[in-house]
């Protein structure tokens, strides 16, 4: 399609056709036009039929969408005439949770440019690299967060502009904004054009730029939304994941947006305060990841008084527990999903009238999933093996060696080790770099993690394997305890004791190392190779006699 791209950089540095997966548009609402602009689909129409309706809601604050597109076409002219920002330019986008975050990415948008939304807690280090990956030649930040942004542009000479919010002086983005009132032209872009370089959450440690286009965005608000979510524009949405996350950037601004609904923006979401915003704006629908379900949860009276009646857990796999123990506390059924940045949301998961413990789900429609052997072979029902999936988005990672093992033969590899049952259910088993090889058996992390959840002295728990000579490795747990249990021995053989009476002996964590909180990224996700990190530097106990 023809690109309205000036500067043709992530077009340039698209990975070649035969690398990238194949797209399927089988669905009605997938048949997109040449020529499509996710700013006019989300923003603009929703204007035009319902301007009044609330749209962003925060502490002291709302917009309808009428103010939203003021406040975006105002910024939108600030980056063009005032930046220089041309169709195509990569813009850094820093702040947390909040309306003006909301209005510059659809400024991005609007002028055809390609967003690339940080977390707020990176620092000068991880922004740089960002910045040298994606070419970042221009940044909109709010003014706390700068510094660390500022230290990056010294040794990232290709971000030559930045403009901050919640500043003060002529040089402030709301001082600009106030120089243009005119409502803003939108840049007629291809439906292929890239609109936002998305990063890894870092799991890793190491992250990658995924490309995703204006017709990406529009697809994934095509696909979940209508056949799983099913809200109403009545709905009000909130949640924990930021903005820079793509779960966070769907549940709480694309989805919401694209039926007229409105949603409440938090800039510090802890369990407590998601809790306490979810009552203060009457929230019905909300976005968070399953730890956060099993903290709020110690809350059942104030979480009986909500208007909460959709709940999602996405991030990192849901412990069949913690959906009991939400569904005891709250009368709701946990609405899980599995996603990926590399294909920008979730494409398998279950509403709650089909939902199943120990499930993810099904294929979103939209999205096909197979479980395969090494061979790419489909294997067996309840058969462990490769998630492969393939749909109308898929990864494109920028100038990344490792698209050649993400995408294969047209597919998708996520990277996570499934089963199917007979009824075509996804039963999630462990990262496949994170399955468990002890005395050959193949013991999955997060199966072991559920059974120490259900221990009463358990608040977290992360499993990961650990190298040993006679076995390959053994089975290692970082507990945290809750107040007023001992981290002690007998603490130790406890919880060793309660795995064996619960699952398979030869699965039970040989080593158990307590520590006061599990490493997380800013997203909630568990950082598997921080916890080998913890556990490669415990005593491991003598080998006993049992196998």
Known sequence: MPTAHVDTFTRDHLPPPNEQPEFLFE??????????????????????????????????????????????????????????????????????????????????????????????????????????????THALCDAALVDELRAAQLVAPTLRHIRCWHETGEGALEAAMARHDAPFVNVDTAADDTCLLAFTSGTTGIPKATMHFHRDVMAICACWPPHVLRAEASDVFTGSPPLAFTFGLGGLVLFPMSIGASTVLLDKVSPPQLLDGIRTFGATVVFTAPTSYRAMAAHRDLLRETKLRKCVSAGEALPPATRTLWRDVTGIELIDGIGATELLHIFISADEAHARAGATGTPVPGYRAEVVDEQGQPVPPRTVGRLRVKGPTGCRYLRDERQRTYVQDGWNYTGDAYAVDEDGYFHYQARLDDIIISSGYNIAGPEVENVLLQHPAVAECGVTGVPDEERGQLVAACVVLRPGYDADAAMIKALQDFVKQTVAPYKYPRLVVFVPQLPRTTTGKLQRFRLRELTATAAVPPVTQER
């Open 27 to 136: 669905l009605p609402a997938l048949q997109f036009p040449a020529q499509l602009n996710c700013a006019t689909e989300l923003l603009d129409r929703q204007v035009a039929q319902h301007g009044d309706r609330p749209c962003l809601l925060a502490p002291g604050m709302a917009w309808s969408y009428r103010e939203l597109q003021r406040h975006a076409d105002r910024i939108a002219h600030v980056l063009v005439q005032d930046m220089g920002v041309v169709p195509g330019n990569r813009v850094l986008l820093r702040g947390p949770n909040h309306p003006m975050l909301v209005a510059c990415w659809f400024a991005v948008m609007k002028v055809g440019a390609v967003a690339v939304t940080t977390m707020p807690m990176l620092r000068a280090k991880e922004l740089a690299a960002m910045i040298a990956i994606g070419q970042v």
